[in-house]
C-alpha cells in the first residue's frame, strides 16, 4: 500500500521537482506513472524506497511512516519493496543465480531457503535454463528479467520500475510489461515508469500521468491524455 | 503487523565469512602491502617495546644491588679503617658489613679484567681501603647513605643512586619517545587498512548500492569488510611476532657475545611470549577493524 499526501520534494539546489502530490495506490493495484522527462517521476519512486526524504507532507509504504521512519529500520522497509531500473544494475561477475541469490544471501537468508526458492523464481521470469551464465552472456531482455527476479526473490509487497524497458526493443518491452502483469497477477502490487505510449495502451491499466511534480491525470483510459 | 515476516534473522553466517575472506584475495597486492606495512609497523613497536622491558629490567637489578660501597679516608691505616666496621653496624637499616683492603680491591679488580697483565704494575695505594654495606632496603638507601658519609672516617659513599637515577631518566624519555612513536605507528597502520578496506568498498561500490536496495541491514554490509581488515590485522600480527622473536633473539645473542663483563643481561623472550602475543594480537586486531570501521561510515552514509 502506497499513499502519498500533499507531497513536496525540493533539492538542496532549490530545484522543486514534487509540487504537492497526492496519490493512493491499494495492495494488488498495477499503475503505469507517466510524464515528461524532468516532470519527477524518478524522485516520486526515491521517496517510495526511502532514498530520499519528501520536504513536506507523508509518506507511507507498507505501514511504514518514512518522514519519520528510524535509520535502523530503512532496511527492514526496503525488503518490502522490489526494485527494477532501466539499466538492470547486475553484477558483472555474479551468475545469473547469484545474483538473484544475492539478495537473499544479504538479508540473511539460509542457503536451504536460498536453494528453494532461486530456482523457482528464475523459472517464473522465464531464465530457469540460464542460471549458470554472466549478465554479459545475456541479452538486454533476459537481463532486466535477471533484475525482474532479483526484486522478486524476496516476496515484497510492492514492485517498483522506473523505465525498466527504456533500453528494450518493442517486442521485448511487450515481454517485460507482461512478465509484470504476471507477476501482479500473482498478487504483487506493480508501479511502473514509463515513457512509451504505445506499451501503455495496450494494457488497461491505472495510468497516473505527472508533470511538473504534480498529478496531472489519473485514470483507466491510458496514456493519451497526457500530451508531450 | 504484517510487515513482520521481512523481519529475517540472518541465518547465514557462512556467507559473511567466505566474503570476509574473498576480499583479502580479491584486492591481494592491496592486502599484501598492507601486511608489509602493518607488520613493519608492529615489529617497531615490539622493538621499542623490548627495549622498555629491558630497561626496566636493569632498574630491578640494579635496585636489588642493595650494596652500597664506603671508602675510608687514606690517613687512616688498616687497623683503624677496619675499626669503622663495628659502627657501621650500628647505624639502622645495615644488615651486614664486610672489609676489604685496598690490597684486596686491586687484586679482584686485576682479576676481572680481561688482561691482568695491563695492570700488572698498579699500586695498591691509588685504591682505598674500603666495606662492601649490605643493606636490609633499598628504598632508604639515599638515607643510609647520608648517615654512613656522616662517621668519622668515611671519605665516601659509592652507592648506585645516581646510575639509578641517570637510568631512570633515559628510560623515561625512552618511554615517551617509544609511546609517541608507537601511537604514530599505530595511526600509520590504521590508515594503511584504512585505504585497503577502503579500496575494496570502491570495488564493490555497485554491490553494496543493490544490498542496500534489496534491505541488507548497515551491519549485515559492514561484517565482510571488518572480517577482511581482520584478517590483514591478525596475519600482521602473526607475521610480525615471529620475525620479532627471530631479530630479538639474534641481537641479544650477538651482544651477549660482544659484552664480556656481562654488564648486560637482556630478557629471554620466552618470559613474556605470552604478553608479546596478546599485544601483537590485540594491535593487529585493533587496527584491522578500526581501520575497516573508518572506511565503511562515510560509504553506508548513503
Ligand atoms: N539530485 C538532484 N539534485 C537536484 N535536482 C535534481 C536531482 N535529481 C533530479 N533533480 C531535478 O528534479 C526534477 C525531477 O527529476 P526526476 O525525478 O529525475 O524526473 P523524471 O524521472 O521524471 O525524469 C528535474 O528537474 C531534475 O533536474
Ligand atoms: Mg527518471
Known amino acids: 500500500m502506497i499513499d502519498l499526501k500533499d507531497v513536496t520534494k525540493v533539492y538542496p539546489n532549490g530545484t522543486h521537482a514534487l509540487n504537492g502530490l497526492d496519490l493512493h495506490i491499494d495492495d494488488g493495484e498495477f499503475v503505469f506513472l507517466v510524464g515528461p522527462s524532468g516532470s519527477g517521476k524518478s524522485t516520486l519512486l526515491k521517496l517510495l524506497t526511502a532514498e530520499l526524504r519528501a520536504t513536506t507532507g507523508s509518506v507511507i509504504v507498507n505501514d511504514f511512516d518514512l518522514c519519520k521512519i ?29 545474483n538473484v541469490a544475492f539478495a537473499m544471501r544479504v538479508i540473511g537468508a539460509s542457503e536451504a531457503d536460498i536453494r528453494k526458492r532461486v530456482p523457482y523464481v528464475l523459472e517464473m521470469v522465464g531464465l530457469d535454463s540460464k542460471g549458470h551464465r554472466l549478465p554479459d552472456e545475456l541479452s538486454g531482455g533476459e537481463q532486466q528479467r535477471v533484475a525482474i527476479a532479483r526484486a522478486l526473490v524476496n516476496n515484497p509487497a510492492i514492485i517498483i520500475a522506473d523505465e525498466p524497458t527504456g533500453n528494450l526493443d518493442p517486442a521485448r518491452s511487450l515481454e517485460i510489461m507482461m512478465l509484470l502483469e504476471k507477476i501482479n497477477a500473482l498478487g504483487t502490487t506493480l508501479v511502473v515508469v514509463t515513457h512509451e505510449r504505445e506499451l501503455v495502451n495496450r494494457f488497461t491499466k491505472r495510468c497516473v500521468a505527472i508533470s511538473e511534480g504534480k498529478i496531472i491525470s489519473d485514470g483507466m483510459d491510458g496514456y493519451y491524455q497526457y500530451e508531450e | 503487523m504484517k510487515n513482520k515476516k521481512y523481519y529475517v534473522k540472518n541465518k547465514n553466517y557462512g556467507y559473511l565469512a567466505k566474503e570476509g575472506v574473498r576480499g583479502v584475495f ?43 660501597l664506603v671508602y675510608v679516608d687514606d690517613s687512616l691505616n688498616e687497623a683503624e679503617a677496619h675499626s669503622i666496621g663495628s659502627q657501621i653496624n650500628l647505624i639502622e637499616n645495615v644488615f651486614d658489613q664486610e672489609f676489604v683492603t685496598k690490597e684486596q680491591a686491586l687484586e679482584s679488580f686485576v682479576a676481572e679484567q680481561n688482561d691482568p697483565t695491563m695492570f700488572a704494575g698498579l699500586s695498591a695505594d691509588t685504591l682505598r681501603h674500603r666495606f662492601v654495606v649490605t643493606l636490609q632496603s633499598s628504598e632508604k638507601m ?19 643512586l645516581e646510575v639509578a637515577e641517570g637510568f631512570g631518566t633515559v628510560r623515561n624519555v625512552l618511554q615517551f619517545v617509544s609511546y609517541a612513536i608507537i601511537i604514530i605507528l599505530l595511526v600509520v597502520s590504521l590508515f594503511i587498512i584504512a585505504n585497503t578496506v577502503k579500496l575494496a568498498l570502491y570495488d564493490r561500490k555497485d554491490e553494496i548500492g543493490i544490498m542496500k536496495m534489496v534491505g541488507a541491514t548497515n551491519t549485515f554490509i559492514r561484517i565482510p569488510f571488518i572480517i577482511e581488515g581482520s584478517i590483514i590485522g591478525l596475519l600482521s600480527a602473526a607475521v610480525a611476532f615471529f620475525a620479532e622473536w627471530g631479530i630479538y633473539d639474534l641481537l641479544t645473542r650477538k651482544i651477549s657475545e660482544l659484552d664480556t663483563l656481562r654488564l648486560f643481561s637482556a630478557i629471554p623472550f620466552s618470559d613474556v611470549l605470552g604478553t608479546m602475543v596478546l599485544a601483537f594480537v590485540g594491535a593487529g586486531l585493533f587496527v584491522g577493524i578500526f581501520g575497516s570501521l573508518m572506511s565503511i561510515r562515510k560509504f553506508l552514509d548513503v
Do not use: W
Open chain 1, 70 to 98: 528510524k535509520k535502523s529500520v530503512i532496511p527492514y522497509m526496503r525488503r518490502t519493496v522490489g526494485v527494477v531500473f532501466q539499466d538492470f544494475r547486475l553484477i558483472q561477475n555474479k551468475s545469473v543465480y547469484d
Open chain 2, 26 to 68: 580479491l584486492h591481494g597486492f592491496m592486502s599484501f602491502a598492507a601486511v608489509c606495512v602493518t607488520v613493519a609497523c608492529l615489529i617497531i613497536m615490539g622493538s621499542f617495546s623490548m627495549i622498555m622491558l629491558n630497561l626496566d629490567h636493569m632498574v630491578q637489578e640494579l635496585d636489588q644491588q642493595n650494596q652500597v
Open chain 2, 142 to 160: 639515599a638515607e643510609t647513605v647520608e648517615k654512613l658519609k656522616a662517621l668519622e672516617g668515611v671519605a665516601d659513599v659509592n652507592a648506585h
